[in-house]
């Protein structure tokens, strides 16, 4: 069974940088569609950056220039933030698709804090 694990959140001010990692083991994935997504109160989960096809990558608008996805391994991925604002106050979540069933997994989620 695919599992992920995030670290790397907490709080930072307005202005600041944080690194998020997610680490994935127990099956295997796809190279592609994995990603960063973040869910702030009140609000539904959205994308925040992913891998697609070929290798390329996926930024919401809202955080284009400032945050960058990347593969810190054959499996695990990593979203450096920069220039955070107070509205990136959100929990972040990576999220990968096991290859044989195409099944999402999600990990647990780490609080990412930007105060004002």
């Known amino acids: 069974q695919v599992q992920l694990v995030e670290s790397g959140g907490g709080l930072v001010q307005a202005g600041g940088s944080l690194r998020l990692s997610c680490a994935v083991s127990?099956?295997?994935?796809?190279?592609?569609?994995r990603g960063w997504y973040r869910q702030a109160p009140g609000k539904e989960r959205e994308l925040v950056a992913t891998?697609?096809?070929?290798?390329?990558t996926n930024y919401a608008d809202s955080v284009k220039g400032r945050f960058t996805i990347s593969r810190n391994s054959a499996k695990n991925i990593d979203l450096q933030m920069n220039s955070l604002k107070p509205e990136d106050t959100a929990v972040y979540y990576c999220?990968?698709?096991?290859?044989?069933?195409?099944?999402?997994?999600w990990g647990q989620g780490t609080q990412v804090t930007v105060s004002s």
């Open positions: 127990g099956g295997m994935v796809s190279m592609n569609a």
């Open positions: 891998f697609s096809s070929g290798g390329s």
């Open positions: 999220k990968a698709v096991e290859l044989l069933s195409g099944r999402d997994y």
